[in-house]
T-cell receptor, first 112, second 116 residues
Framework: GENVEQHPSTLSVQEGDSAVIKCTYS??????FPWYKQELGKGPQLIID?????GEKKDQRIAVTLNKTAKHFSLHITETQPEDSAVYFC???????????FGTGTRLKVLA | GAVVSQHPSWVICKSGTSVKIECRSL??????MFWYRQFPKQSLMLMAT?????????EQGVEKDKFLINHASLTLSTLTVTSAHPEDSSFYIC????????????FGDGTRLSIL
């Protein structure tokens, strides 16, 4: 079945450095890729998304890139801050349905 | 995006009781809501898709008699965990889809269920 692989599972960076999280999906018909941030004890919050007709999207310190040929997409966070510490999930929609397949999550820790 | 409210946020109950969790879409009429389960330090697992006015669609391996879903209005879906046991302890999260395929899902803040 369809799946989404996410790496790394944990990531520690110094405050001010950049963080990159990568995902690979298997369903070539996927065309929507959201990224969620989940803080402890909370539900996931959408932080950025990208559709398959776009290669890159940026929103202030956050950017997402998509390579449809390779079926890769990545989240880039620049100038990281302690409040960026959380678990980040990528997801891909599935062909013919409204369901998402989620990645396994990345625990980001920004060290002050 | 849509504002989604879940209630309760935390519940502890004895084994054998049934627990109802509510998911409300506060500012959007949702024909479709989703119910997820999340174990500690793991990803979200889709349990079922809740459709307003019709039966929910359950994912493979999810017991529909154990996890009863009702979506009686465009703003409310409920998940009832029947005859709950310790293995049902988990974090349950609902989401709302605001448009068709290719639109974001907006999540509630989850319900932590602990069965003693």
């Amino acid at each position: 079945g369809e799946n989404v692989e996410q790496h790394p599972s944990t990531l520690s960076v110094q405050e001010g450095d950049s963080a990159v999280i990568k995902c690979t999906y298997s369903d070539s018909a996927s065309n929507y890729f959201p990224w969620y941030k989940q803080e402890l004890g909370k539900g996931p919050q959408l932080i950025i998304d990208i559709r398959s007709n776009v290669g890159e999207k940026k929103d202030q310190r956050i950017a997402v890139t998509l390579n449809k040929t390779a079926k890769h997409f990545s989240l880039h966070i620049t100038e990281t801050q302690p409040e960026d510490s959380a678990v980040y999930f990528c997801a891909a929609d599935t062909s013919g349905t409204y369901k998402y397949i989620f990645g396994t999550g990345t625990r980001l820790k920004v060290l002050a | 995006g849509a504002v989604v409210s879940q209630h309760p946020s935390w519940v502890i109950c004895k084994s054998g009781t049934s627990v109802k969790i509510e998911c409300r879409s506060l500012d959007f009429q949702a024909t479709t809501m989703f119910w997820y389960r999340q174990f500690p330090k793991q990803s979200l697992m889709l349990m079922a898709t809740s459709n307003e006015g019709s039966k929910a669609t359950y994912e493979q391996g999810v017991e529909k008699d154990k996890f009863l879903i009702n979506h009686a209005s465009l703003t409310l879906s409920t998940l009832t965990v029947t005859s709950a046991h310790p293995e049902d302890s988990s974090f349950y999260i609902c989401s709302v889809r605001t448009q068709g395929r290719g639109s974001p899902q907006h999540f509630g803040d989850g319900t932590r269920l602990s069965i003693l």
